[in-house]
């Protein structure tokens, strides 16, 4: 994931959505997939519409995804944990890692929820030595644990009956100026500036496909992930200037003749320079089986925005896939699925898993992260060996187990049905019986803006750079635009709607056992709200007062919406529904 994409681009519930159990049958049983004309279809020529996640962060870090932007590449952190607790602590901390980040757990989930696809972004140093640690220069050392890696997380993949789609996101020496992504050591020559870079690049390659030819669950070989290098003419570091692209359509074609000397049936993606979206002078294609990569961030959601990519696709007859995008609020999400989707064009969002409240698995670190975040990003002291080695295994070891992330089903809802539906559907169950309930005000339905919910600004939409404001501004719970944060501080308490500003307004369905009136309370402060059951006319009360409303439910399903009718920054915690007679 990039941090200057947007700039580029301007300048040049658990519910699958309809058409994703076809296209998992296809993984199933479709065999290969391959480009015919401008649509992916598998084997018996049925339209493939690939939904996938990428796996960052798990043989590859990027700072972010750990709360280490600052610190930027995988290397770099390395280093730094190093320093602390030594190099043969700091291996056992990158074997756990390794071995707990992403588990058949984590895939499984991806199944039962719908997703068809999975994109492995590999970095080249599990695989092959760097050129200068070679014993003998200009030949190739493999590590097979590596390729093992790939191994087991195919055969997770095959029994969810979905595809692999192989992504070289660090090759050797680094291919762009955008250093955490490839984990590019600036000091060293990079792809471009070593042909020794490049020929190994493509003997990794061939290497792949010797060992996959036979494999119909690799769905396609991405072959260089977001180049972003000034060949010819500056254009701030990432090619996003340039005209011909010749050193970079040179060495996929490269890559792409030793491919098919082994391996003449799996689709081959390309990507563009500038993160993947500067195709001048790459195209025309070299190979009929080729399915052209673009990424997306940050930006418009509308046709307009995928104009150039569309424009490319009509001239060169091949299929196009949102190879990476995310990264941002569940609105966005949505818009952008229903958008490529809509021309046919299937996507892989970024990442499944990381620190953070926008993906489907959220990363909750340990208390001592905080503390070694501190001293790494120059905040705080340097903690002991024993301490940080504690930390850090804590976090390799159980933090990161798919058993003990948050599963936001919010996100997954957003990618997976709301692109395909206006419905809302219940978050958590709310059953009204005898004893009353407690409807905890984070607690809104599942559902589009507009549908489920209204907020003031609900995605991003202004490019790279410090989120301000976060569409959600306590950053925790779900990924909509609503405000939420947590009673207790950052690490713990119950959820709370906050920032609830005139206008806004959230939809709750309820079941009642039995029809009656009931009284209920807005507990909250700030201002004044309304209640309104099932359509009917909308009760306000005055929030510091702890009015009551009436409630005329009706047994079985009823619609309730709570809304900001005069609150600059209302809080809400809950809606307390009395018990019955």
């Known amino acids: 994931m990039r941090t200057g994409l947007i700039a580029a681009l301007a300048a040049t519930a658990m519910l699958c959505a309809p058409g994703a159990s076809a296209a998992q049958s296809a993984a199933q049983s479709g065999g290969f997939l391959r480009a015919e004309g401008t649509r992916i279809v598998d084997e018996t020529g049925r339209p493939v519409i690939l939904r996938g996640m990428g796996l960052g962060g798990w043989v590859l870090q990027e700072g972010y995804m750990l709360q280490l932007g600052a610190l930027g590449q995988q290397h770099v952190i390395r280093a730094r944990i190093t320093d602390l607790i030594g190099p043969e602590k700091t291996e056992g901390f990158y074997a756990a890692w390794r071995a707990n980040h992403t588990t058949k757990a984590d895939i499984d989930a991806m199944g039962r929820w719908g997703f068809n696809s999975v994109r492995l972004p590999m970095h080249y140093d599990r695989l092959t030595l760097p050129v200068e640690q070679e014993p003998i220069p200009g030949r190739d050392t493999w590590n097979e644990a590596g390729f093992a890696e790939i191994d087991a997380l195919l055969a997770w993949v095959k029994a969810n009956g979905m595809y692999l789609i192989l992504d070289l996101h660090a090759a050797p020496g680094g291919q762009g100026s955008d250093l955490a992504i ?32 036979d494999e119909p669950a690799i769905g396609a070989y991405d072959l260089i992930n977001e180049p972003n290098w000034d060949f010819e003419k500056p254009g701030g570091g990432h090619g996003c200037e340039e005209t011909t692209n010749a050193p970079l359509r040179s060495l996929m074609m490269e890559i792409t003749a030793a491919i098919r000397e082994v391996d003449r049936r799996h689709m081959i993606v390309i990507e563009g320079n500038c993160w993947g979206n500067n195709y001048r002078g790459v195209t025309p294609l070299w190979d009929d089986n080729t399915t052209i990569s673009f990424h997306k961030y940050w930006n418009a959601t509308d046709r307009a925005s995928i104009a150039e990519v569309l424009r490319l696709r009509e001239e060169t007859g091949a299929p196009v896939w949102l190879g990476e995008s995310g990264e941002n609020s569940n609105t966005w999400f949505t818009e952008t699925v229903a958008l490529v989707e809509g021309e046919g064009i299937g996507w892989a969002f970024w990442p499944l898993k990381k620190i953070g409240f926008n993906q489907p698995l959220e990363i909750r670190p340990n208390p001592g992260w905080a503390r070694l975040v501190a001293y790494l990003t120059g905040k705080g002291e340097r903690p002991s060996a024993e301490a940080a080695e504690a930390t850090l295994m804590r976090l390799a070891t159980h933090d990161i187990r798919f058993e003990n992330v948050v599963q936001h089903r919010d996100v997954v809802d957003a990618l997976l049905r709301q692109p395909h539906s206006d419905a809302a559907v219940p978050f958590v169950p709310h059953r009204i019986g005898a004893a009353g309930l407690t409807i905890r005000a984070a607690d809104y339905d599942l559902g589009r803006s507009g549908v489920a919910w209204k907020d003031v600004y609900d995605a991003d939409t202004d490019g790279p750079g410090e989120r301000v404001p976060w569409w959600n501004t306590g950053r925790t719970w779900r990924n909509d635009g609503v405000d939420i944060g947590l009673e207790d501080g950052p690490n713990g308490g119950a959820p709370v709607v906050v920032e609830f500003e005139t206008g806004e307004w959230l939809r709750y369905t309820v079941e009642a056992e039995t029809a009656g009136t009931r009284t209920a309370t807005v507990v909250g402060s700030g201002g004044r709200v309304s209640v309104a059951l ?3 006319a909308a009760a306000v009360v005055d929030l510091t007062a702890g009015e009551a409303v009436a409630l005329p439910l009706m047994a079985g399903t009823n619609t309730l919406i709570l809304k900001a009718e005069d609150c600059v920054a209302c809080r809400i915690k809950a809606l307390r529904v009395a018990p019955g007679l």
């Open 182 to 213: 490839s984990d590019r050591d600036p000091s060293k020559p990079s792809l471009w500036d070593s042909a020794e870079n490049r020929r190994k690049t493509v003997a990794l390659w061939r290497r792949l496909a010797e060992r996959y030819a």
């Open 534 to 536: 099932n359509g009917g």
